[in-house]
C-alpha cells in the first residue's frame, strides 16, 4: 500500500509543472497561481514532518493509524476552502476517511520512504514555484529536480 497522502499534497504542484497548452499564457496568471500555492506548500511540510516524526515512533496499530490522523486532519483543512458544486441544494462532500492499518516494521519503512520523498519534493518544488516567473521556468526546474509530472492514462 503506497501512502498516498503525501502525494496528494504535491498534485497541485506537479500540475502546476505540467506542459501548458498555450506556451504564451499570461505571466499575471501564473503568479495569481504562485500566491496560492507557496502558502499551502509551506503549511504542508511542517504536517509531513510531524507525521514523519511520529510514524517513526510509532510501535503498533493504533500509533500508526494516529499519524495518519495527522496527515487526515491538514488533508481536511486544505480541502475545506475548495469549492463546493453550484447550484446543488443541501449538497454536503463527506470528508474523507483514513485507511485502516495494521502496523509492521514493513509497512512503518515503506511509508517513512513515502514521506521521506515527498517532503524532499515538496521542498524542490516550493523552490522552484519561488525562483519561476512563468509556467515555462517551473516546468523546467522541476524536471531539473527530478520531480515527475503525472501522465495522462494510456488507452
Not at 502546476?16 to 506548500?41: C, E, H, N
Request: hydrophobic letters at 40%; aromatic letters at 2%.
Amino acid at each position: 500500500m503506497k501512502f498516498v497522502t503525501t502525494a496528494l499534497l504535491l498534485a497541485p504542484a506537479i500540475a502546476m509543472a505540467a506542459p501548458q497548452q498555450d506556451p504564451t499564457q499570461d505571466p499575471k496568471v501564473f503568479a495569481q497561481v504562485k500566491a496560492r500555492m507557496l502558502p499551502a506548500m509551506s503549511e504542508s511540510l511542517p504536517a509531513m514532518e510531524e507525521t514523519q516524526a511520529c510514524v517513526s515512533a510509532s510501535k503498533n496499530s493504533d500509533d500508526l493509524n494516529g499519524c495518519v490522523a495527522i496527515m487526515m486532519s491538514y488533508q481536511q483543512k486544505v480541502m475545506g476552502g475548495a469549492a463546493k458544486p453550484a447550484n446543488v441544494p443541501g449538497h454536503k462532500t463527506p470528508a474523507p476517511q483514513a485507511p485502516k492499518l495494521t502496523w509492521s516494521p514493513k509497512l512503518k519503512e515503506r511509508i517513512l520512504a513515502d514521506l521521506s520523498t515527498s517532503i524532499k519534493n515538496t521542498n524542490a518544488a516550493k523552490g522552484c514555484l519561488e525562483s519561476s516567473a512563468t509556467h515555462a521556468e517551473m516546468s523546467s526546474c522541476m524536471d531539473a529536480a527530478g520531480i515527475k509530472r503525472p501522465q495522462p492514462p494510456q488507452r
